[in-house]
């Protein structure tokens, strides 16, 4: 072979491998594993091509909006590619769950619309409402 035509196939061969190492990177490797806890809100079958399993997680507690000065919960957002997972999920709207989830740097369509993937159900308890956990004080009565 000419100098030339090896140092292209050596070229083309680095950016492949270049490639496929960025798209493992970016879409494959897993950069996080986790446990949420939160009401779960919704679970939806949605997507134009590619149907997948996308939810919500509201989380206890509150953190200070970005934009003003109002305060609005923690949501989860998460997508699910197990179809077992989210059939069971469907099943626990409104109530209190953990799940695990596996957290990538990027998405792919077929996978879900979140970088979030929820592959585990730890736990399912029934909600409780927030009033009655905490007492409201009204002109120092108690209700």
Known sequence: MKTGTKVILTLIMVLLLGGAGFFYFK????????????????????????????????MTGFRGSTQGNGIQSNEFNFSVVDKTVADSLMRCSGKLVELKYKE???????????????????????????????P????????
Do not use: C
Request: no cysteine; glycine share 12%; proline share 1%.
């Open 27 to 58: 879409f494959y490797f897993v950069l996080g594993e986790g446990v949420k806890a939160g009401e779960l809100n919704q679970i939806v079958h949605k997507g134009w091509v590619w149907k997948t399993y996308e939810g919500r997680l509201i």
């Open 104 to 134: 990538y740097s990027g998405t792919l369509p077929w996978r879900g619309h979140h970088r979030y993937i929820v592959y585990e159900i730890l736990s399912v308890s029934n909600s409780t409402s927030l009033g009655s956990e905490i």
């Open 136 to 143: 409201i004080v009204i002109d120092s009565m108690e209700i």
